[in-house]
C-alpha cells in the first residue's frame, strides 16, 4: 500500500483531535452521561482512528506518530469497554510492568545517556591524570579531596561510627539529594535536552575522576567496596533521569516528526512520568544501602561481600529492564 503521509496526517489529524478532546472532556468527569448520537459519533472516531492506526502501523519511520495512535485508541478502547477498574493506580504492576516496558520503548535514549556519561568519565580520568590539581576542583565533597590511601585509612578506623544514630537521617539526605539531580536531568529537557547533556556528562567527570583517583592510588578493591552496592542502582537511575529527558527534549524537537509538538509531548507524557517515578523508587533503595551497607568497610563488614551484593544488584537490574514485563497482558 502507497501512502502519501503527509496528505493522510492532513486530513486524519481533525479526526485524532476530535476524539482526544472527547476523552478528555469524559476524563474530566466519569459519570457524565452520553446521548445516543453522541455515542455514535464517539464510536466512529475511535474506529476511524484504529483504521488510521493499522495504516502506519508498518511504517517504520514514523514511530512517534504510531505511538500517539496506539495511545489514543488505547484510551478510547478502555472507555468503550468500561475498564475503570482496571485504570485504577497498581504499584506493583506499574513497576514491575509498565516501567520496564517504558524504558525500553526509549532504549536508544538511555544508551546516549550512558554513552554521554562515559565520555565524562573519561574526561575526568584524564583531567586527573594530566593535572593533579584538577582533583580539587572536580571532586564534590571534602572526603575525595584527601588522598585515597588516607580516606581509606580513617574509614578503618572509624569503623563506620561516624553514623552511630545517624542512619536513618543520612539516608534521607542522599535519597533526597539524588531524586533532586534526578529530577533536575529530566526537568532540564526542557532546555531542548541542553541540560540533561551537560548534567550527565558532568556526572561523567566526577565519576571518572573518583575511579582513576582510587585506582591509581591503589585502593581498587576499597573503591568497588564502597561503589558497587549503591553505585549500581544509584549511577543507572542518574541516567533514567537522563533518558527521561532526552525523550522529553525529542518531542519539544521533534525532528521529522508529522505531529505537533503538543501531541508530541501527549504522545510521550506517560512514559515520562513512569520513568520518573521508576528513577525514584530506585533511588531510595540505593540510599538505603548506601547508608546501612557501603558505607561500612573492612574490618567491619568484608570488602568481597559488599562487591558480591553489588555484582548480584547488577545482574537483577539488568534482567529486570530486559526481561520485566515481556508477557502479554491477558486480553
Known amino acids: 500500500m502507497i501512502l502519501d503521509l503527509a496528505r493522510f496526517v492532513e486530513t486524519e489529524r481533525p479526526h485524532w483531535t476530535a476524539l482526544e478532546k472527547t476523552l478528555d472532556w469524559l476524563a474530566r468527569d466519569p459519570n457524565r452521561e452520553m446521548s445516543i448520537a453522541d455515542l455514535e459519533r464517539f464510536h466512529a472516531m475511535y474506529q476511524r482512528t484504529s483504521a488510521d492506526l493499522a495504516k502506519v502501523a508498518t511504517l517504520h519511520s514514523e514511530s512517534e506518530l504510531r505511538r500517539y495512535l496506539e495511545w489514543l485508541v488505547g484510551r478510547a478502547y478502555s472507555e468503550i469497554h468500561e475498564t475503570r477498574e482496571r485504570r485504577k493506580f497498581r504499584p506493583w504492576r506499574w513497576l514491575t510492568i509498565e516501567f520496564p516496558r517504558a524504558f525500553r520503548r526509549h532504549l536508544q535514549a538511555f544508551q546516549f545517556a550512558v554513552a554521554l556519561t562515559l565520555i565524562g568519565s573519561a574526561f575526568g580520568a584524564i583531567a586527573v591524570r594530566v593535572d593533579s590539581e584538577a582533583k580539587n576542583v572536580l571532586m564534590p565533597f571534602t572526603d575525595l579531596r584527601i588522598t585515597p590511601a588516607q580516606r581509606v585509612a580513617r574509614e578503618q578506623q572509624l569503623k563506620g561510627t561516624q553514623l552511630t544514630g545517624k542512619k536513618g537521617r543520612f539516608s534521607a539526605e542522599l535519597m533526597t539529594h539524588n531524586i533532586q539531580v534526578a529530577l533536575m536531568t529530566v526537568a532540564l529537557g526542557m ?54 529527558g532526552l525523550v522529553l527534549a525529542y518531542a519539544l524537537i521533534g525532528w521529522g516528526s508529522r505531529l505537533s509538538r503538543a ?69
Open 191 to 244: 532546555t531542548f535536552g541542553f541540560g540533561s547533556v551537560v548534567l550527565l556528562f558532568y556526572n561523567g567527570v566526577v565519576l571518572g575522576a573518583v575511579a582513576f583517583d582510587y585506582v591509581h592510588g591503589g585502593q581498587s578493591v576499597f573503591l568497588l567496596g564502597w561503589l558497587l552496592p549503591h553505585g549500581v542502582i544509584e549511577i543507572p537511575a542518574i541516567m533514567v533521569g537522563g533518558q527521561t
Open 263 to 331: 501531541a508530541r509531548l501527549r504522545a510521550v507524557a506517560s512514559d515520562v512520568v513512569t520513568l520518573t517515578g521508576g528513577l525514584a523508587v530506585m533511588l531510595v533503595w540505593a540510599g538505603i544501602v548506601e547508608a546501612f551497607l557501603s558505607q561500612y568497610h573492612e574490618p567491619v563488614i568484608p570488602y568481597g561481600l559488599k562487591i558480591s551484593f553489588g555484582l548480584v544488584e547488577a545482574l537483577l537490574l539488568t534482567l529486570f529492564f530486559a526481561r520485566a514485563g515481556l508477557t502479554p497482558d491477558p486480553k
